[in-house]
């Protein structure tokens, strides 16, 4: 049970039955887990150079310091992600924005330039990528029906002011038809 992952556990019922396994989490996490990973090994490259390439040790350990709790927080969100924690979305999100500007402002120079332009790059796949598997709020398959779904046949067919006009006298038709109905007492 040691080397299962979350979704593989499942709980033992009062009667020591086991229950179904718990839900799979989405098809776009475990790609979003492996992108911050990414992001967390080129943050531990970036400290790597820094610590190479410093002169002045104060300012060094500031860089090592942000670097590493980047590196911490992207490791921590990715195992967030493939534990199905809700919250990881939001932060992943938050890693993928901040990763372009954040290489930007070391000014793509220098030893820089490789791990920077991937941390961009990285960045921006990994907003997309958030972006594009957020999903509806809810459980699956609640509040499936299309609420904009027109029928065609109940409008009038067609848009604009003469399919309004056409709406109005089949509404007047009705309307006739149903008084002229009431009106007969004898049928």
Known sequence: MAGRMPWDITA????????APAARPRPGRHL???????????DLTRCGLVL??????????????????????????????????????????????????QAAMSGFH???????????ALGVLLAVAVLATAGAAGQPGQYTENPCIIDRRATGGGEGPPAQANNVALAIQIRGATRRRRARPGE
């Not at 979003?32 to 080129?42: H, K």
């Open 32 to 42: 979003i887990a492996v992108m911050l990973l990414a992001a967390a090994v080129l």
């Open 52 to 101: 190479a390439a410093a002169r002045h040790p104060a300012p060094a350990a500031g860089l090592v310091a942000a670097g590493l709790a980047a590196t911490v927080l992207s490791v921590r969100t990715a195992r967030g992600c493939q534990a199905g924690r809700r919250w990881t979305a939001w932060a992943a999100f938050l890693i993928g924005a901040a990763s372009a500007p």
């Open 110 to 120: 220098g030893p820089y330039t490789i791990p920077d332009t991937a941390t961009a």
């Open 12 to 19: 033992a019922g009062a009667d020591g039955e086991k229950a």
